[in-house]
């Protein structure tokens, strides 16, 4: 039983009504993160981006959403299910879409909780409402067009005789109008606006998945938005804003111009290394799927490491090929209780700026660092500073091409290849890769080193008929290395960094697709 669990043996525990935002997870409040850290149970929504998940790793994870019609728990036992975990003495995190108190039946969930006695805190989220069209270019107050808005559902069932909403002072009061979950009953709204007196050229935007890399709007007028809508096949989750802020969505435009948006990528690096690529391609607006093909892991045994490490005074030149390298040497630095002292002596090179950073963070400036990161042009450049001869100490993974070693050596270095970590299959994300493959939603399958490569070939499988599905995706490549592994299944790379780096590789990707 962990300790925080022994404090709450008998205790009654306490309910977080979370405001997950409207899709994009950046949106999140500090506060949010901060309980969902520490939650024991997380009980989540569809519309709740489950990248939210992340920060609650150790919590029991209950998805109770809707889509489609379709209830995975009716509310009433979502009230119960939140209520029996509190009892138990849990910390439970109510994650849902936008704000728990907008539209979000929060408040219902609020009244079960009082009602058993239990405790409970509201952390307000950031509603679709406000955030869609923020990301659409449509301020929904302005100066010159108007001074209020108003939020309506547009859930309200057609067939009733009469509506709940007053229509007419709707239109009198001249604000932006708002509505949540009105696409189906889109024909009913217009209808009704019109019968209020709404201008029929009255201008009407429609943002489907605002904030997040599917996002799309459309811009039409009162009269005609309904045939539009339809032609368009515009569905669910849809924002419906009404009024005449909306004419400034070309001149605000922000979001929606993004280079990459709503194109799928697909990421292969070990997730260690994804962070930086996933987060510029994101930034210019791509829907990333993380399918590591790579997983980096400890060796086994550190002995050999621990060895060489007792005698580093014996090596001129260290060279750290990959950030891998840096973090795992410095592992067992770290625990054979030494520090960057250990190198002093010692000559640094990285291959490339991100090993560089990394040794930098180190407290250590390579004395190397070559124009291209590829093995020929180490070598050249190494050969420049003197190292025939010199003896030479390449911390890397276990197995790994044999080019930069082989080369110096053949140059006349002294070469000690260390194994300080090691790569291995990954397959968790399997089988949502080969789903989306199915449904021909990915149009980018980026590989940043040949074992990138293999390893995506090896999880598609030949049984899975790889051609395809592969047929109508781009490949990009972060250099002629890579490539050439790429080309040894049959496939040509579509994109190829110039520079071979992330950046690189991003620039190339950006460039293909403007």
Known sequence: M????KKREGQKGKVYLIGAGPGDPGLLTLRAKEVLEQADVVVYDYLASEELLTYCPQAEIIYVGKKG????LPQDKINEL?????LAGKIVARLKGGDPYVFGRGGEEAEEIVEHGLDFEVIPGVTSAVAAPAYAGIPLTHRRYTSSVSFITGHEDP?????AIDWEALVRSRSTLVFFMGVKNLPNIVENLLAAGMDKDMPVALVHWGTTCRQKTM????????KEAKEKNFRPPSLIIVGRVVELKPVLDWFEKRPLLGKKIVITRAREQASALKARLRELGACVLECPT????????YT???ETLANLEFFDWLIFTSVNGVKFFWKVLREAHLDARALGGLQVAAIGPATKEALIQKGIYPDFVPDKYVAEEVVDGLLKLGIKNKHILIPRAKEAREVLPNELQKAGARIKVLPVYETVLAEDKKQELLD????QEIDLVTFTSSSTVRNFFHLIGKDNKEEDLLRQIKFASIGPITSKTLQEYGYNPSIEAQEYTIDGLVKAIVNNFI
């Open 2 to 5: 962990k300790d925080k669990d």
């Open 436 to 439: 989306s493959l199915k449904r």
């Open 82 to 86: 939140l209520i029996q975990k509190a």
């Open 219 to 226: 811009v039409s007028a009162l009269g005609s938005v309904v």
């Open 159 to 163: 067939k009733k005789k009469e509506s």
């Open 69 to 72: 019609g379709d209830h995975t």
């Open 294 to 301: 790579i997983k980096i892991v400890p060796l086994k045994d």
């Open 304 to 306: 050999e490491v621990h």
